[in-house]
């Protein structure tokens, strides 16, 4: 990002500074409940939905509509590993500390004495920026923790391309950010969580973390855990065990633009930005990476922008603004499971064919 370009940046998410000092920790939330013809879906399509998920090895599913409880299925309050979804996560925070003044998205990686373990960063890789680091576009293709053979497959050669040159999945760059975002406040990834999100949303979220070694231990039963690889890198994975009630709440705050109980929450402003299309990776199907969300463009067919991030392929958090619509669902990927990303598919298609009348998506 060019100087120019990452102050106005920062401008554009400092135009509105506000105060979380008065949101209050609420309790337990219970999303009031909304018969599905009342709003143009269809009840024995949802059943149909609830059957297919039964055969094909869900755990869970929420739709809210406008805030309110469309159709669940399954166990919603079994908390599981949210895999990739945790940079969406990560996203709510950057934007609260961005607006705070906390964090500068045009600082380097060599201004804020960053490196990593041999072969260590090249003086080019060390250009990379926060912003740049947010849009996966850090051009830094070092190893990392919680990198799958999937995405060594598409991972480029070190040095290939340069900060800001191409937009890459890259986990480095999601580690180093969680890394970066306790550096400037002072805490946790998993204590800002509680204390900006989670307790303001009144989620079951308990906050209890413990760290493990990718190579030696199993999934805790807590709801986070930094996973280190220190053969990898020394920058650990901080990984989110959370129900799909609490992500639904989670969904439903980016549908709320970022207000909750009358409070802002997360910055308008930074949802806006951070659900652009900065990265076009499939123009056939108009899908793109934001800042740790993968958007949908509007295109002939569809109309509006939504956004979203998967897990493992299988888990979904999907937010569709135009649609008034929050999509959660869940396997139980810590242990063995059929569920697969073609069911992923036909599941979505599911959900869709529910409705009794076309809307914009």
Partial sequence: MKNSSAFAFKIIILINIFCLSNIFAQDDFKFEEVKPETVNFSSSRLDSLGDFLEQAGSSSLIILKDGKLLYEWGN???????????????????????????????????????DDIAPSLSEIEKTATVA????????????????????????????????????????WDFNVLGYILEKATGKSVYDLFYEEIAKPLGMQYANEFVSINAEQDSIPQTDGFYQYAPAKSKYPAYHFRLSARDM????????????????????????????????VYNPAYGIAYGMLWNVLMPTETRKSKSF?????????????PASGIVLIHRVDSENEYNFNQGDFYKMISLVWNAELKEQQL
């Fill in 248 to 279: 639904a709440l989670y969904g439903q705050l980016y549908l709320n633009n970022g207000m909750w109980n009358g409070h802002t929450i997360i910055p308008e402003e930074w949802i806006e930005l951070s659900t652009k299309p900065h990265s």
């Fill in 76 to 114: 919603t309050e079994k908390k599981h590993t949210i895999h990739s979804i945790r940079k969406a996560l990560l996203n709510s925070l950057y934007g609260i500390y961005i607006a705070k003044g906390t964090i500068d998205t045009s600082m380097t990686l060599k201004q804020l004495q960053i």
């Fill in 308 to 320: 979203y991030h998967t897990g493992v392929g299988i888990h979904m958090l999907g937010v569709y």
């Fill in 132 to 171: 740049d680091l947010l849009r996966s576009r850090s051009g830094v293709y070092h190893s990392s923790a919680a990198t799958n053979e999937a995405m060594l497959a598409q991972m480029p050669e070190r040095g290939t391309f340069k900060p800001n040159e191409q937009y890459v999945y890259n986990n």
